[in-house]
């Protein structure tokens, strides 16, 4: 890849991942504490499960980035699935943004000249590329399962984050005549 197209991925990635963000941020702002905490079954996380989680993968992740194993001797995953006595939803969320911050910091200074690093996750080599949208993905996943959390407990209440229903049509004729 040439360094032009390695600075559109990375540039694309880190728009993705605000884009993910804000998606994440904007699902919690619609519940309550008591939602934040709530799940839906014994098995089920919570919201605050999966915050707390991603928090602790970025911190492992974006901690060394180019230089240590993404996988931190000091993490404990499965604690990250375990609520703390005590936890607030400000404490869990003050880890959320740190680790968003990290990770951030670590993208954006990234040169097409760091692509030929290879870095390690739990002993496997991935190029930059693949460690990147091994991230992009997981990512994803989660802030999927935090949207349709915060969904299902705001009910009626809910705010869309996207197109609503029935609004489709309407919204590609406005972008199709803004970008024309």
Avoid at 1 to 30: E, G, I, P
Avoid at 70 to 76: I, N, S
Wanted: glycine fraction near 4%.
């Amino acid at each position: 890849m040439s360094d032009t197209h390695l600075r559109h991925y990375l540039d694309n990635a880190v728009k993705n991942f605000r884009q993910l963000k804000s998606q994440a941020d904007r699902a919690m702002a619609q519940i309550n504490d008591d939602a934040f905490f709530a799940t839906l079954d014994g098995e089920a996380n919570s919201i605050a499960h999966l915050v707390k989680h991603m928090a602790g993968n970025s911190r492992s992740r974006w901690t060394d980035f180019l230089t240590s194993d993404g996988e931190k001797p000091d993490r404990y995953r499965d604690q990250e699935f375990i609520m703390d006595a005590g936890a607030t939803r400000s404490q869990i969320l003050e880890q959320w943004e740190a680790g968003w911050q990290l990770m951030f910091n670590t993208l954006e200074p990234l040169e097409p000249s760091d692509f030929d690093t290879q870095v390690v996750i739990r002993s496997e080599p991935h190029t930059i590329i693949q460690a990147i949208n091994r991230q992009l993905t997981h990512y994803g996943y989660h802030i999927g399962q935090i949207v349709l959390l915060a969904k299902h407990h705001a009910g009626p209440d809910w705010k869309t984050l996207s197109v609503a229903r029935g609004q489709s049509e309407a919204f590609n004729k406005k972008m199709f005549a803004r970008n024309k």
